[in-house]
């Protein structure tokens, strides 16, 4: 055997043992993904509990700064909001001052009741933000050395409402208990990343920049459905929504089914109501693009619907909204 | 006429082993290399190229994910589509024809035969050399795409490490029977590679299609029951191809059949070697 040859040899076997050790350090150790590449979801999911029923998440940054936001805000007349009272009362400029939010709903707290929490993490003016709620009578105080400011009791929010700056540049506001319960979460603990359904879920949505992600039946139960219609949708075990806002808007709405009977008849009643808008949708052109781009998938209990809209499309629907409101008046 | 001692003559093994030992370096280092470093890199430059594609391009990524394939399906159609069905085929027909051919061909094979070792030892030292090469080669190209597709849509390199494990097995499996059976081909029959990309991708692809025992009388009806990836169920080409071999033998029916072909397979072709004449065009 010459030396190339032997060479060879010994690299190949070196590609091979370095591959089978890795892999099987992975599948002992069980460290996740990430120790390789991103994908186990934003950071600030370390703050959330582990028994958060919904998650949503919005790079607020790359949806602001997208071409698909310009192009609605040429296209559509200016809606009354209250970003600028917004800004006014807390010196938050959505547009340019929050990066990314993370939101959730959880029922451990406030007697079983939903209680909703939101992580922003941007550049805020703290001091700023303590006095205006000091101003509308909130109280300020430590705990476990983090400030935390509580709106009065007369707050329209179950349980109190709350905030706190958990880290520099990040903020979480909504449920006193929840707040209290991220800033244990700083100092250790389990946090929905413990929670593996629930993040299997959120690393298939992560590419999006704006997702959700829910147990179906905890929020039904909360929604007070009607009881005919909670029992239709109950074999939905988790939903999930995810988007993509720039070059277009592409998303995916997937729903998690009980078993695959009724993966299947969700899948059959989906596509009949598929057909039935390609067929309203051949005398709309204007439609047909979006009724085009709706594509049904999924394998075994999942069902999926998955959509594709062009930039374009929003200037089309942009002429659409206007020649609405023209004929309106 | 004076006859060598036997107990001069080498064992057969001990002669394979030397045959193997100067096989390899002219295998892999043979113009035939290029074409194996194309196609094994090949895979290789796609997983790169599909990862790369979800790290720069978002909305590549978006629609990766909302078509709902994950790393680990991704990786087990590249496994079945292209090692399964086009890799390993193609260097058995390739490799496996040559290890006696070639050597008529370059009018080398007197050399070897009038060597003081059995004729048969010629062949399971080229036999090993092939198995060697083409392993050393395929295996590290399997495991470069399984650490950059594995990955996409929050696939986890630890819970399918078993796949891989299986994965590679079922490969070198297939390099085995593949190899052999070529091996008796190229032993047998002349233009043994036309004769070898027939059978690999005229015989074996259209008999799987047809309904009946006819399927049995391939490899990949025994390889692809090995195949441990669950294909996705839907409408499309990928999943209708897939469809077509559901019905599979069990794991050990189908180890055994690959064990029975490869050992008959070389037997036979040791055999052949053995007894045959070759008459060396002029």
Same mark, same amino acid.
């Given at each position: ?46 703050? %959330? ?19 698909? +936001? $310009? /192009?609605? /805000? ?7 909001? *209250? ?16 990066? /990314? ?26 001091? +700023?933000?303590?006095?205006?709620? +000091? ?17 009065? $009791? ?17 903020? @979480?506001? *909504? ?37 959700? %992600? @829910? ?36 998303? %995916? ?15 059959? %009643? ?13 005398? /709309? ?11 049904? @998938? *999924? ?24 020649? @609405? ?5 | ?26 295998? &892999? ?16 430059? !796609? ?11 978002? =909305? ?20 079945? =589509? ?8 193609? &260097? ?35 036999? !090993? ?9 395929? #295996? ?23 796949? =891989?494990?299986?994965? #590679? ?38 008999? !799987? #299609? ?73």
């Amino acid at each position: 055997m010459t030396s190339r040859t032997r060479y060879f040899v010994i690299a190949s076997f070196l590609v091979l043992l370095i591959g089978l050790g890795t892999g099987l350090v992975a599948y002992y150790v069980g460290f996740p993904t990430s120790a390789f590449f991103a994908g186990d979801g934003p950071d600030e999911l370390q703050f %959330v509990p582990p028994d958060a029923t919904l998650v949503a998440f919005a790079n607020v940054r790359e949806i602001m700064t997208s071409d698909v +936001r $310009e /192009r609605a /805000r040429r296209a559509l007349p200016r809606l009354p909001d *209250g970003q600028e009272q917004f800004r006014n009362e807390t010196g938050i400029n959505v547009e340019t001052d929050i990066d /990314r939010v993370v939101a959730c709903l959880s029922r451990s707290t406030d007697g079983g009741r939903g209680a909703a929490f939101v992580l922003a993490r941007g550049r805020f003016d703290a001091v +700023r933000i303590e006095s205006l709620m +000091r101003d509308h009578g909130a109280s300020a105080g430590d705990y476990r050395g983090v400030r935390l400011i509580t709106a009065a $009791e007369a707050s329209a929010h179950p349980g109190g409402l709350s905030l706190a700056f958990l880290e520099p540049g990040l903020v @979480g506001v *909504g449920s006193t208990a929840l707040v209290r319960g991220a800033i244990d979460l700083k100092n250790g603990g389990k946090s929905v990343t413990t929670n593996d359904e629930m993040m299997k879920l959120i690393r298939s949505l992560d590419a999006g920049n704006a997702w959700a %992600v @829910g147990r179906f039946d905890a929020l039904a139960s909360q929604a007070r459905l009607p009881s005919g219609l909670a029992a239709q949708l109950l074999p939905i075990t988790w939903f999930a929504a995810s988007a993509h806002v720039n070059g277009g808007l592409t998303g %995916v709405l997937r729903a998690e089914m009980r078993d695959e009977a009724s993966a299947n008849n969700l899948r059959d %009643v989906v596509r009949g109501f598929l057909a039935l808008a390609k067929l309203q949708a051949g005398s /709309r052109p204007d439609l047909q693009t979006l009724v085009q781009s709706l594509d049904l @998938g *999924g394998t075994g209990t999942t069902v999926a619907l998955s959509f594709s809209l062009p930039v374009e499309m929003f200037d089309l629907l942009g002429a659409a909204v206007g020649q @609405g409101i023209l004929r309106s008046r | 006429m004076m006859t060598a001692p036997r107990a001069n003559r080498p064992a057969a093994l001990a002669s394979a082993i030397r045959i193997f030992d100067l096989s390899l370096g002219q295998m &892999l280092w043979s113009r035939r290399s290029v074409f194996l470093a194309f196609l094994v890199g090949g895979p290789v430059l !796609l997983a790169a190229a599909i990862r790369l594609a979800t790290i720069l391009e978002p =909305l590549f990524v978006h629609a990766v994910r909302s078509s709902q394939i994950g790393g680990v399906t991704l990786f087990g159609i590249m496994i079945w =589509l292209l090692y399964v069905h086009v890799i390993v085929p193609v &260097l058995g027909v390739f490799y496996g024809t040559a290890l006696i051919a070639d050597e008529v061909d370059d009018k080398t094979i007197t050399y070897l035969f009038t060597r003081p070792i059995p004729r048969s030892a010629v062949l399971i030292g080229k036999y !090993l050399s092939y198995l060697t090469c083409t392993i050393l080669l395929v #295996l590290p190209s399997v495991i470069a795409v399984y650490f950059l597709i594995v990955p996409i849509n929050g696939g986890s390199v630890g819970r399918s490490f078993p796949l =891989l494990l299986a994965d #590679l097995g079922v490969l070198a499996a297939g390099l085995m029977a593949y190899g052999a059976v070529f091996a008796l081909v190229g032993a047998r029959l002349k233009r043994p590679l036309v004769i070898g990309l027939v059978f690999a991708f005229g015989w074996e692809p259209g008999v !799987l #299609l047809v309904p009946g025992y006819l399927k049995r009388a391939t490899v990949a009806y025994y390889l692809q029951a090995l195949v441990p990836h669950k294909m996705p169920v839907d409408s499309t080409t990928i999943s209708v191809l897939t469809r077509m071999f559901d019905r599979f033998p069990s794991i050990a029916t189908s180890l055994a059949w690959l064990a029975a072909i490869t050992v008959i397979a070389l037997w036979w072709a040791s055999r052949t070697v053995e007894v045959r004449e070759y008459v060396l065009e002029q």
